[in-house]
């Protein structure tokens, strides 16, 4: 069992940062995979971030590129997410993901098997 707890969130202005933490805990491995979701109301739940398994390679999906920052730090087993020049069409509730059997990376949520409770973000225009 992983338990995944994720802080950050709240409410920003257009323009605005902030940064989100997840931290796991548990039976964790040396090997695994993590990363962010997001859920805007209303909408399906999609990708934004995700490193490979040493941090040195990001992935984000197009609309967050250039303003957003993932990082891993495998010690700690903690991913983090600076979010920067926010938006109201980032506004959605974040979820980190994990899986503990494999550090292939991933932007399907099908291949991760634990999931935080999630934390809001809202950006005012």
């Known amino acids: 069992q992983v338990w995944l707890v994720e802080s950050g969130g709240g409410l920003v202005q257009a323009g605005g940062s902030l940064k989100l933490s997840c931290t796991a805990s548990?039976?964790?491995?040396?090997?695994?995979?993590m990363g962010w979701f997001r859920q805007a109301p209303g909408k399906k739940r999609e990708f934004v971030a995700t490193?490979?398994?040493?941090?040195?390679?990001?992935f984000y999906t197009n609309s967050v590129k250039g303003r957003f920052d993932v990082s891993r730090d495998n010690a700690k087993n903690t991913l983090d997410l600076q979010m920067n020049d926010l938006k109201p069409e980032d506004t959605a509730v974040y979820y980190c993901?994990?899986?503990?059997?494999?550090?292939?990376?991933?932007?399907?949520?099908?291949?991760?098997?634990?999931w935080g409770r999630g934390t809001q973000v809202t950006v005012s225009s």
């Open positions: 993901a994990y899986n503990a059997y494999s550090n292939a990376v991933s932007r399907e949520e099908s291949d991760f098997d634990y």
């Open positions: 548990g039976d964790t491995f040396s090997s695994y995979r």
């Open positions: 490193t490979n398994w040493n941090g040195v390679d990001k």
